[in-house]
């Protein structure tokens, strides 16, 4: 699985229940509120989107993840997010591009490179380029501790 703290790659099923749905409502409508008083806080934004992103509300992160980055938090990780967003409303294409625009932030951007495997194997199924992606991907693990266990993935890119 992904690491703890990672947004899932998989939507979070049909729907949120009757007390989920009033805490998140709750802490949009806080948000909002601080965003009210703070209208260009890209943080503030980016928790907006954070908090749709995990009740699996796709459209509401999309928008308010895309408003950060034009409000200038073009930071690699809420480009990836926004990439995963992308990828859950079913446009692959779009997301390997912001993973791209990710990458040009960050190049080391382990998430973006992991997200690039995913989408680019079994989305467009385009194998030689995600195993040039998880070959990227690998390199970076090599120094990095905090990017998961690849087999599984490696498994399933491989044996393709």
């Given at each position: 699985g992904l690491p703890d703290?990672?947004?899932?790659i998989e939507a979070n099923g049909p729907g949120v229940g009757?007390?989920?749905?009033a805490r998140l409502a709750q802490q949009a409508a806080e948000l909002e509120g601080a965003l009210a008083q703070a209208p260009d806080?890209?943080?503030?934004?980016?928790a907006l989107g954070n908090l749709y992103f995990d009740a699996g509300r796709w459209t509401e992160s999309r928008l308010w993840y895309e408003r950060a980055i034009e409000a200038g938090g073009r930071d690699?990780?809420?480009v990836t997010d926004l990439a995963v967003v992308y990828r859950n409303l079913q446009?692959?294409?779009r997301s390997l591009e912001l993973l791209g625009q990710a990458l040009e932030e960050e190049p080391g951007h382990w998430q973006a490179v992991y997200n690039q495997v995913v989408v680019l194997h079994f989305d467009l199924h385009r194998h030689d380029e995600a195993a040039q992606a998880?070959?990227?991907l690998k390199v970076i693990a090599s120094a990095n501790p905090e990017v998961p266990d690849l087999a599984a993935l490696e498994a399933e890119v491989m044996g393709s």
């Open positions: 703290g990672h947004p899932p009757g007390a989920e749905a806080d890209s943080r503030l934004m980016v690699a990780n809420v446009q692959p294409e998880l070959e990227r």
